[in-house]
C-alpha cells in the first residue's frame, strides 16, 4: 500500500512534469506568436492610426525593424519606382530600423545635396562606416569644416601639373599589364585570330589600384602593391559593404581583419610620409608630396597619420568608383560594336602616325581634353551606371520639404512635411538619371545624345559643370552648384567628389589604350546590376571576349 506521503511525491512528480510540459508550450507559443503579433501590431499601426499630417508617407511593410529593407537592398530603382508610383516623390522608408526619407527628382536632389550641414549632416550619416576604415582625424571623423579644409588640400595635389604627368605613366601601367597578365594570356601570343576572354569586373579593379597606386598613391605603394599591401587592402575592402553600413561592429571575423588591416594600412603610409619628410622623395608628383606641406587655416600642418589617413580615403573613394565604371564602360563597348568602332576611329585620327595601321603616339593630357565620342562614352556610362546610386544626410533638426518638391495637400490637407530630427533623408542621382520623363529612351546606353550640343544631355551637363553658372565655395575652391542638375554623378554641393578630373583622365588613359590594341564583344550581354555591393557592380557572368586588332 501506498503511504500518503508516497502519494504526494508521485502527484509532485506529475505536477513538475506538466508544468514543465506547459512552460516548454508557453516558450513555443510565444516564439511562435511573438514575432506574428509584432507584424500584426505593425500593420494595424499602419493602417488604423493616424499619422501626423506633417510626417511624408510611410512606405507599407509588413516586418517592423526589417521594413522595406529587402526590396530596397535588392533592386533600390525598383523601390523607388513603385514607392513614387504610390507615394509621390517623398516618401519615408523603415531601414533596418532608420527612418529614410526618400526625395526623388532633381528638386529631392537639390534638397538633400544642398542643404546646410548643420541640419542635413554627411558626418553622422557615414562616420560609422568609414572611420574604422579610413582611420581617425580625417574625412567624417571631423568637423564639416575641417573635412572641407582636408578637401582642398586634396586638390593641391590634383593640379593639372601632375595630371601631364600621370597620362603616360597610365597607358605604361596598361600596357604593362596587357603584356604580362595572364587574363590576356591570347593577347600575349601576338596571334591576331583566336578569341580570348576576361573578367571584367577583375580586370578593371586590378588595372585601376595600378594606375592609381603609380599615380596619385605614388611610388612606395605601387613597389609594394604585388606584396603585403595587395593582402591588407582586401582585407580593408572587406570592411566596407553594406553590412558595414548597417552594423558598424559585430564579433566577427571579417571586422577583426578590417580593423588590423587599418592599423597596418596606417603604418605603412606613416613609413612613406617619414621617409619622405627625412628628404626622400622630392619631385614626387603624388599625393603624399602634395600633402606634406600643408597648413590648417589654424597654422598647425597636416600629421603624419592624418596623411595617412587621406591616403586610405583616397584610395578607397576612387577604386570601386573608377574600376566599375571602367567594367560597365568596356561592357558596353563590347556590345556595341558601332560604338567601339568609332572610340577606335578616334584614336586614329588624333593619334594615328602617317596612316600606318596600329601605330599611335602616346596620348597627352591635352589629347585627352578633346576627344568627345571618349567624352561621350564616359558620361554615358556614369548616366547609366551611376556607381553610389543613394547619397544619404543625417537630419540633425527638423526640417521642413520645399513645398515645390512635395506638400501633403494632394492627399491630406494643406501644410508643409517635416523630416525629423534622428531621420535620415536619400538622394538618388541615378534615379534623376535614368528618369524616361527627362531623358529620351532613359534606359538605352546611347553615347551619340551626348553629340547634340542642345540637347537634354548637354544642357543637364552644362547645369552640373557650368564654368559661367552659379558657383559656391564650401572651402575648398569654388565649384558650379549644379545641385538642381538631372545628372549629377558625381554628386553635388559641399560634398561634391573632388576625384572627376582625375577619373575622367584614368578612365579616359586606360579605355584609350585598351581600344587601340583590342576587339571586344560580349555574347551573353550587357548584365544587369548588382546593388548588393556598395557600388553598383555588374552581375556575374561578365566576360567579355577580345582579341588583338588586325590590321589588313
Ligand atoms: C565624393 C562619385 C572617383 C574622391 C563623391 C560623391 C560621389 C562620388 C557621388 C558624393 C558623395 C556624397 O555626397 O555623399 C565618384 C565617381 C567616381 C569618383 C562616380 C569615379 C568614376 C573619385 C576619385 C577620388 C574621389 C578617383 C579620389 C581621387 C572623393 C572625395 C569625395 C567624393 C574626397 C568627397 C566626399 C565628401 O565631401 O563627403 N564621389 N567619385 N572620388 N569623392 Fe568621388
Known sequence: RLSEEDIMTHYAGYLAQAQEIASTRVVLLALVNIPLLAIVFNVLWQLIIPRSKTDPPLVFHWIPFVGSAIEYGNDPMKFFISSQAKYGNVFTFILLGRKVTVCLGPKGNNFVLGGKSTVLNAEDAYTHLTTPVFGRDVVYDVPNEVFMEQKKFVKVGLSTDNFRAYVGMIEQEVEEFLANDPSFSIYQQNDINPWGKFESVKVLS?????????????????????????????????????????????????????????????????????????????????????????????????????????MIALLMAGQHTSSATGSWALLHLADREDVAEALYQEQVKHFGINGQPGKFRPLTYEDLRDLPVLDSVIRETLRVHPPIHSIMRAVRDDVPIPPTLATPSSKSGSGTYIVRKGHVVLASPLFAQMDPKIWKNASEWEPTRWNDP??????????????????????????????????????????????????????????????????FKIPTGVPAHNYHTMITMPKTPRDIHYRRRHFD
Do not use: W
Not at 553590412?243 to 612613406?272: C, G, H, T, W
Not at 548637354?458 to 572651402?475: C, P, Q, R, V
Not at 565649384?479 to 554628386?491: E, I, L, N, R
Not at 586606360?510 to 581600344?515: K, Q, W
Open 206 to 310: 586590378e588595372i585601376t589600384i595600378l594606375t592609381a597606386s603609380r599615380t596619385l598613391q605614388g611610388s612606395e605603394v605601387r613597389d609594394s602593391i604585388t606584396t603585403n599591401f595587395a593582402q591588407t587592402y582586401t582585407d580593408l575592402d572587406g570592411g566596407f559593404t553594406p553590412i558595414n553600413f548597417m552594423f558598424p561592429n559585430l564579433p566577427l571575423e571579417s571586422y577583426r581583419k578590417r580593423d588590423r588591416a587599418q592599423k597596418k594600412m596606417s603604418d605603412f603610409y606613416v613609413e612613406f610620409i617619414k621617409k619622405r619628410r627625412a628628404g626622400g622623395g622630392s619631385g614626387q608628383h603624388d599625393m603624399i608630396a602634395a600633402l606634406i606641406n600643408q597648413k590648417y587655416r589654424s597654422g598647425k600642418s597636416l600629421r603624419d597619420h592624418e596623411i595617412a589617413h587621406i
Open 454 to 519: 542642345e540637347g537634354v544631355a548637354m544642357s543637364a551637363l552644362k547645369e552640373y559643370t557650368d564654368e559661367n553658372g552659379e558657383k559656391i565655395d564650401f572651402g575648398f575652391g569654388a565649384v558650379s552648384k549644379g545641385t538642381d542638375s538631372p545628372y549629377q554623378p558625381f554628386g553635388a554641393g559641399r560634398h561634391r567628389c573632388i576625384g572627376e578630373q582625375f577619373a575622367y583622365l584614368q578612365l579616359g588613359t586606360i579605355l584609350s589604350t585598351l581600344v587601340r590594341k583590342l576587339e
